[in-house]
């Protein structure tokens, strides 16, 4: 893509700059730089009854208009001022569309009758949607969308950064190098199910062919049901929330990694991929978006039904009962995910943007 001039105008600035998150239960501000190497700008709402990605009306259309670009990126339709842009610019310049919704969770006939009718609508302003994997794609079919107007853009992380030979935390956190080490790491809320794993492993605790440690990193609302359920259990682990730079050594101090995720909401999960570019087998509810792509049943994990109660619990006795072929599901965890990279998907956006 080079000879591009790409800008970038961002309707909420949260994540560049100290902010309080509600579902870590803590002010975060990210290590990692997120604004270097490409142009951009914040558009503010400068209303006082408004908020952050609800502008006051043409706002974000001026500012775009003013770039004269030649093609339009969109990510998310919610926020009003997102809308109005794919309907501004639908016919005057080609409209792309982002979005990493799934279907995974839609249980209700008649909610998801009337929501297909209004992706419908909101979606016949866009030209191409640009799906991460193929739950993704399937929301977008659901609402009408041509298999000509889909072009698959991968979810991806920085693979090297996380691939990197960096020491783990394993001496740090005090667990031996014969210990296998099962991983949650992310938000304490219901969403992400944090305390239905521990419940499974628990379980399991005493079944376990081999030494096991399961490592809870993060914070959030559930915090407390955790520590009590854990408490007194030295095969429990938990750890507070861990800033981006290190979540290399993070994920490189574990075997397994699990995402328990029972929805709504979970449309792909980037921890998966994190740790996949770590070398992680996973372990992942049949509720977590990424699964049908990232997972090789078998091969570089296991999933699991949130409906069956002892489903997790199981999974996790059989992934850790075989040393030599945990450590190749980690292998194949590497190999799969060397496809869902920064790389690829700037290939695949340029291709596109070469037709158009």
Not at 34 to 39: A, I, Q, V
Not at 117 to 122: A, C, D, Q, S
Not at 215 to 244: H, S, T, Y
């Amino acid at each position: 893509m080079a000879g591009i001039d790409l800008m970038v105008f961002y309707t909420c600035d949260q994540s560049a700059n100290n902010y309080y998150d509600k579902d870590f239960g803590q002010s975060v501000i990210w290590d990692i730089p997120l604004l270097e190497g490409y142009h951009f700008e914040f558009v503010y709402n400068s209303s006082e009854a408004g908020s952050q990605g609800h502008l006051p009306k043409g706002i974000l259309v001026s500012r775009i208009k003013s770039f004269k670009p030649d093609v339009l990126l969109v990510y998310g339709w919610k926020p009003q001022s997102h809308l109005r842009c794919l309907r501004y610019f639908k016919g005057k310049i080609p409209v792309l569309f982002r979005g990493d919704s799934t279907l995974v969770d839609h249980h209700f006939f008649i909610k998801t009758i009337f929501r297909r009718l209004y992706l419908t609508y909101v979606f016949h302003y866009v030209d191409y949607a640009l799906y991460c994997g193929q739950e993704n794609k399937a929301y977008f079919t659901n609402a009408r969308m041509k298999e000509h107007q889909l072009r698959f853009i991968p979810h991806a992380v920085d693979n090297e950064r996380f691939g990197s030979n960096q020491e783990d935390f394993r001496d740090q956190w005090g667990i031996s190098p014969n210990e296998m080490v099962i991983l949650f790491a992310g938000k304490f809320i219901p969403k992400k199910d944090p305390l239905g794993l521990v419940r499974s492993f628990l379980k399991a605790k005493n079944r376990f062919e081999h030494k096991v440690k399961l490592v809870m990193v993060g914070n959030g609302p559930l915090k407390d049901e955790i520590e009590q359920l854990a408490k007194g259990n030295d095969q429990i682990q938990i750890v507070p929330f861990v800033n981006q730079s290190y979540m290399p050594r993070v994920y490189r101090s574990a075997d397994i990694f699990c995402l328990p995720s029972k929805g709504p909401g979970e449309t792909w999960g980037l921890s998966v991929n994190e740790s996949m570019a770590s070398g992680c087998a996973i372990l992942l509810s049949d509720m977590t978006g990424c699964r049908t792509n990232l997972l090789r049943e078998g091969g570089n994990g296991y999933s699991f039904k949130k409906s069956l109660n002892n489903d997790l619990t199981n999974k996790l006795l059989k992934m850790t009962s075989d040393r030599k072929k945990l450590r190749e599901m980690g292998l194949k965890s590497k190999e799969i995910i060397s496809n869902y990279s920064y790389t690829k998907g700037g290939e695949q956006l340029g291709r596109l943007l070469d037709q158009l």
